[in-house]
């Protein structure tokens, strides 16, 4: 059995207001943008993701959303305030790291789960 594999930690991370995009770099080259509406709909707190698959919540109105803010906690995560006021999600590396991974899967996700709620992504 293999050790479990570290999480990525990027080396550098940017925010573009005028892009509504948070910019991870890695050591290894990797640049993943990943834009604020994604990291939104896809916070990973209770608020959103509920307690359990089916009490997950499908988050529209969100086209716009900005970041206004970047808290590390710790050497583990990275706390977003985005401007609707949503700040209790804690973006863990392996998280952020999976979301820039699969970002086209989860935007078409994202998408596909907006239609089947009936929600849009204007506000």
Known sequence: MSEAQAPRVPVDI???RADHTLTLSYADGTVHVLPAELLRVYSPSAEVQGHSP??????????HVGIMDLEPMGHYALR???DDLHESGIYRWDYLWDLGCHREAYWEGYLADLAKAGKRRDP
């Open 14 to 16: 940017a925010v573009s």
């Open 54 to 63: 089916d009490q997950r919540q499908v988050v529209g109105g969100r086209r």
């Open 80 to 82: 977003i305030v985005f």
